[in-house]
């Protein structure tokens, strides 16, 4: 099945402690949609500027990724300017540049108002709205995402769009923002109230916990010696998660498993390079081997087979 | 086969924003013995004051926690005082008064100089470089942990310590800081070129990864509603963790990765209650439903029986 994926596409300059990338293609349509690729057929709804590189666009459409959505307006693209720390943990925006991304207003061709599956990428939650009053069936998952400046800035524009997703998938710090709550099991259950039937909870270098009103899944991420660049992981967690469910048609909790494993993978990705560098060219063998990598990160034999010895038990 | 365990035993008074409790009995000793005793023998060596309460050395001698070697010293009990905030990430101390610690020289009974398994909790490296001179056989695992302070106030003598254990348990924070390694794997490599063949590092509400010269194993924490005091869930996890490798007297690697599970089990219970009330009087059952628990929380099918679905694969 196919996805639609609504977000922004931006050119991001980003500096480490050991970098730094000027011109970096980013933005959470492109992290999502090329980990997606690898897995389903995506198309991309988002508005680039007169600046966009040919080589960008070739780049996305290399990945089969349908672009036909991708508005080039008048003026530059989105630009978001950004520093992190040793740790790594937490990006500071130095600079942000709407630029074309001030006056979106994502209108869905005819042929997209059907998708399978509908990723509404951290944007303005009035433009995600929108989008769902465009849809004309009801997709398979509707997943959403959001951030902090909204949260605190179009708080019941975003309820509503909370209200209308099957799946929220948020950062850790920005679900404590989203429902003051500092316990993530309260938390969630909070959201879980408001409409969403699936909770996925992003910790950066500490993995993922995705809740249902039945289940609890959690998995760490993939411990990397090397970590050029985390931006973007969240979305490309989202492309890997919501590109595995499309392509396997299995909503059920088993495979929601895999499928946060295989975000996990695409993510672990991501951060070992600038932008969306290691997204391009990844072979169906690394993939599978990161999977398996995972499995053997977190295996235990936990099947009861064998009783603990505890004592006088 | 049987622990002994060098450490301290505190009364703490901690407070949280909806509790706080003024006379709790804790210190490394305490909440690694009792987790451990659920598993193996355990022999404590520590000292207590004049105002150690007879109720206290019941409870641990009701489980069987062998309290020969708890010298009662003139003096006060050592006292901390501690706050957390509302996301129990991290206690802030706002007093120590070492009192009867301040004077401690562990000296081993003959009998305590064969132990099989050996932890050095948390004190002066010091003393538990004392107490490892004092062996008379080596013993099958000698693991220990620290802090801060050591790490900071005694770096020399705690390089030889970490130089003599075969496993290091370390906070994550203070992993970091013993290495000046923000990245966790480069920091992990470094711990294990200085001796020991074992490193675990303590995650808190994260979990625990586990690092060996060929293995990584990292479990998530147990995600819990209720979480009424972190005080002492390290050493509650290295109690169960070690508890559980001196009842199997297995040390290879799956084992290794069962016995994190039951550390991760032991601490998920430790902090759902002020001090160590919790790990008083857990039932097998219980012990065992969270082990179970642990295995659902974090199982998905990888064993790549079905390879993953990837275009072009």
Redesign the interface.
């Known amino acids: 099945m196919s996805i639609l994926v609504i977000g922004t596409v931006a050119y991001d300059a980003v500096s480490t402690p050991e970098h730094n990338q000027r011109q970096s293609l980013g933005g959470s349509a492109t992290f999502f949609s090329l980990a997606a ?4 057929p995506v198309s991309v709804v988002a508005v680039v500027g007169e600046d966009f590189r040919g080589e960008d666009l070739a780049m996305l459409q290399g990945h ?1 990724i349908d672009t036909r959505g991708l508005v080039r307006a008048r003026g530059k693209t989105f630009r978001w300017v950004a520093e992190y720390g ?3 943990n937490e990006a500071q925006t130095l600079d942000t540049q709407l630029n074309v991304l001030a006056d979106f207003n994502p209108i869905l061709a005819p042929e997209a108002r059907t998708p399978s599956f509908l990723f509404l990428a951290n944007i303005d939650p009035d433009l995600q709205q929108s989008v769902i009053g465009q849809l004309q069936a009801k997709p398979r998952l509707v997943a959403g995402d959001t951030m902090n400046f909204w949260i605190q800035g179009k708080s019941e524009s975003l309820s509503k769009v909370i209200g209308s997703v099957g799946t929220l998938l948020i950062n850790e710090g920005e679900l ?1 923002m989203l429902t003051r709550e ?5 938390g969630a259950r909070q959201v879980l109230q408001q409409g969403p039937r699936m909770l996925v909870v992003k ?1 950066g ?3 993922a ?1 995705c809740f249902t009103r039945e289940d ?5 991420a993939y ?5 050029v660049d985390p931006t973007g992981a969240g979305d490309t967690f989202a492309g890997g998660f919501m590109g ?1 469910l499309a ?2 048609e299995d909503l059920g909790i ?1 495979n929601v ?2 499928a ?3 975000g996990s993978v695409m993510a672990s990705f991501a951060v070992e390079s600038f932008g969306p560098e290691r997204l391009q060219g990844l072979t ?1 063998q690394a ?2 081997q990161r ?2 990598e ?2 053997r ?8 087979q064998r ?7």
């Open positions: 690729s690898y897995f389903a089969q040793a740790d790594f404590r500092p316990n993530l099991v309260k910790r270098e500490y993995g916990i609890v899944f959690a998995t760490p411990p990397l010696e090397t970590v595995y392509a396997t088993e498993r895999r946060m494993i295989v169906p993939i599978q999977y398996h995972f499995w990160l977190t295996y235990f034999d936990g099947t009861g009783p603990l010895p505890i004592r006088g038990g």
